[in-house]
């Protein structure tokens, strides 16, 4: 039988650590050799996704009982993710709340006793273990299955100079327990009765405990190792069941459908018109037209108009039917809708669609949206720091996620850099506010200044410090105009900004 390219790879890597001591072949190992993950084999793919579009009135019994509902609830929120544009920019929305800026930290030292050398060496060693989980690439994703599942749940691929996270397949994993503040992960390994072909797709550890299973098969949902294997809950307040943050819109969602096909039939209506043709007659209703002159001049009038206009003859007055809409009271239902969906989810509709709402009212309604977001962040701040600590360069460190976002980069900037004007060590904070990690900042100072040069190369920009008043003024243009500078997003009141509009 011929072996897949992911069989033969890992082959290759046993027999390269044949001769290394027991449990050396690992998933450090392996991957290392490999280098890459595969998922899937294209040549031998046997499952395919299947979507189901369940009705409102199934969506209704699935939210009434949750725990029982679960895989069908979690199927209908996937299917709307990719069918509705407004729930995919919902979550969207929340998962780019937080830019996942971060810092690295001292954990449980005695600063007087600490020997430096040896915390800056595994300082070191842990900016490279945060570097090689690419956060910026990876994290997101766990946010988008959080706030769109409830639950994620993962394991780690770990290689010298790469963590990569696999997601797992939320219908055959649940929670059971809890670790350093962090879900662990239990697994129902009958999956692997029948998705066989994929047990070579997952780490060495699915192997193993598919083995135990495979034994008895009386106990088939056994713990993953911890903390290579997590789970990261939205609603972390019910462990029991996943409950999707955003399952209660559902029905309006398919609100909006329901309105669009309405306002589809509606609009074909009024574009529709009938005539009437009207046959005379004698005061005892005798037509005074032959009939077949009648039905002649009736089918060429029929035969010139347009589709839209349908024709009839009639004994009765002509006159004209037509199913024109009402000015008075019109109502734009899909709008009333749309703007319903977002009220339900908890969120300002003007986020999406902004015609009424100033600035400063759209930022105090992101301010409030961010603490959903930040929620999650900490859970996956739990589940980094747990991984780390567990390691023994690390240990001693920890792992801090900002509450930052590209809403509130400018004010989280301003506060962390007043606070080392004075003199607190926030430098660290503040490069990371601005999009500069620790270890980005590490490597550009030596770059600039060591390698480079720059500082020796670059004229200072003209400042008051360095520059005569004329000279300043005339480098920035300035004029003889009255007027303070003009303020942005968040520093002026409604009136102010209307003023702004208006001028």
């Not at 029905?251 to 589809?264: N, V």
């Not at 023994?392 to 606070?419: C, H, I, W």
Request: aromatic share 10%; net charge negative.
């Amino acid at each position: 039988m011929e072996k897949t390219n992911n069989e033969a790879n890992i082959d290759g890597v046993e027999k390269l650590f044949s001769n290394a001591p027991k449990g050396y072949i690992g998933i450090s190992g392996r991957f290392a050799q490999i280098n890459k993950l595969i998922t899937r084999d294209l040549n031998n793919n046997t499952t395919t996704p299947t979507f189901s579009r369940y009705s409102k009135d199934e969506i209704a019994t699935y939210l009434e009982n949750p725990y029982t509902y679960e895989k069908q609830l979690r199927e209908a929120i996937v299917y709307i993710y990719g069918a509705s544009p407004h729930f995919r920019r919902l979550i969207q929305y929340f998962v780019g709340l937080s830019d996942l800026s971060y810092i690295i930290s001292p954990y449980k030292i005695d600063p007087q006793k600490q020997n430096a050398t040896t915390l800056g060496r595994n300082y070191r060693k842990v900016l490279n273990i945060i570097s090689s989980m690419n956060v910026r690439s990876q994290f997101p994703k766990i946010l988008s299955v959080c706030l769109r599942e409830d639950v994620f749940y993962g394991t780690m691929w770990v290689s010298d100079n790469n963590i990569t996270i696999q997601q797992l397949p939320s219908d055959y994993c649940s929670i059971q327990s809890i670790e350093g503040n962090v879900l662990n992960v239990t697994f129902n390994f009958s999956y692997f009765d029948s998705h066989s072909n994929m047990l070579n797709f997952y780490p060495k550890e699915f192997q193993t405990k598919y083995s135990i299973y495979q034994k008895s098969r009386m106990n088939k949902w056994i713990d993953l190792d911890a903390p290579t294997s997590f789970a990261i809950k939205c609603n972390n307040d019910i462990l029991d069941y996943p409950l999707p943050p955003f399952a209660g819109i559902l029905r309006e969602i398919y609100d909006i459908e329901d309105y669009k096909q309405l306002k589809a039939t509606k609009t074909a209506l009024e574009n529709y018109a009938m005539v009437a043709m009207t046959l005379p007659t004698d005061g005892e209703g005798n037509w005074l037209i032959d009939e077949g002159k009648a039905r002649d001049f009736w089918s060429n009038l029929d035969s010139v108009l347009p589709e839209e206009i349908g024709s009839v003859m009639t004994p009765m007055p002509l006159s004209k039917i037509s199913f024109e809409k009402s000015n008075t009271g019109d109502v734009d239902n899909v709008a009333e809708a749309e703007q319903n969906l977002f009220t339900a989810a908890g969120v300002s509709s003007l986020l999406f669609n902004n015609e009424k709402a100033s600035a400063n009212a759209l930022l105090l309604s992101i301010k409030a949206d961010q603490a959903i977001t930040f929620g999650i962040v900490r859970s996956i701040e739990d589940m980094v720091n747990r991984y780390i600590q567990s390691r023994t360069e690390g240990k001693n460190f920890k792992v801090t996620f900002l509450d930052v976002s590209p809403y509130n980069r400018n004010e989280m900037g301003a506060q962390y850099l007043k606070a080392c004007q004075f003199g607190m060590p926030m430098v660290s904070a503040y490069c990371a506010s601005q999009g500069l990690s620790q270890e980005d900042f590490d490597s550009m100072n030596f770059l600039e200044n060591d390698v480079i040069g720059i500082k020796t190369k670059l004229v200072p920009l003209l400042s008051s410090s360095n520059t005569s008043a004329e000279m300043l003024d005339e480098s920035r243009g300035a004029t003889d105009e009255g007027g303070a500078p003009t303020k942005g997003v968040g520093e002026i009141s409604e009136s102010g900004e209307q003023n702004q509009e208006d001028a």
